[in-house]
Nanobody, 124 residues
Framework: QVQLVESGGGLVQAGGSLRLSCTASGLLFSWYGMGWFRQAPGKEREFVAAITQSGRSTSYAESVKGRFTISRDTAKKTVYLQMNSLKPEDTAVYYC?????????????????WGQGTQVTVSS
């Protein structure tokens, strides 16, 4: 049974930082590309960042480029999202996702497995 468990969300002031973690179980983590998505109230889920199974390639939404960094630790079966210079518009529930693929995937519907989400709230 595949499980993705996010952690690290919380309340932070604008300009602050958070690091989200997503730990996987029930799958061969080194085979899976990973992504982070977010969903704000009343909005559709949107792509934030993705990383290939090797960790060599990454992709970011324009809105987070230069502020967020995705990384992975295969030994810990964990993918991270370091979020710096946070803005109130970054407030959302953040989800990690996994797909057995060699290429970067940015489309929500292309991912096979999802975590339950972690809330990030940025106050102004």
């Amino acid at each position: 049974q595949v499980q993705l468990v996010e952690s690290g969300g919380g309340l932070v002031q604008a300009g602050g930082s958070l690091r989200l973690s997503c730990t996987a179980s029930g799958l061969l983590f080194s085979w899976y590309g990973m992504g982070w998505f977010r969903q704000a109230p009343g909005k559709e889920r949107e792509f934030v960042a993705a990383i290939t199974q090797s960790g060599r390639s990454t992709s970011y939404a324009e809105s987070v480029k230069g502020r967020f960094t995705i990384s992975r630790d295969t030994a810990k079966k964990t993918v991270y999202l370091q979020m710096n210079s946070l803005k109130p518009e970054d407030t959302a529930v953040y989800y990690c996702a996994a797909r057995n693929t060699l290429v970067l995937i940015t489309a929500t519907q292309e991912y096979d497995y999802w975590g339950q989400g972690t809330q990030v709230t940025v106050s102004s």
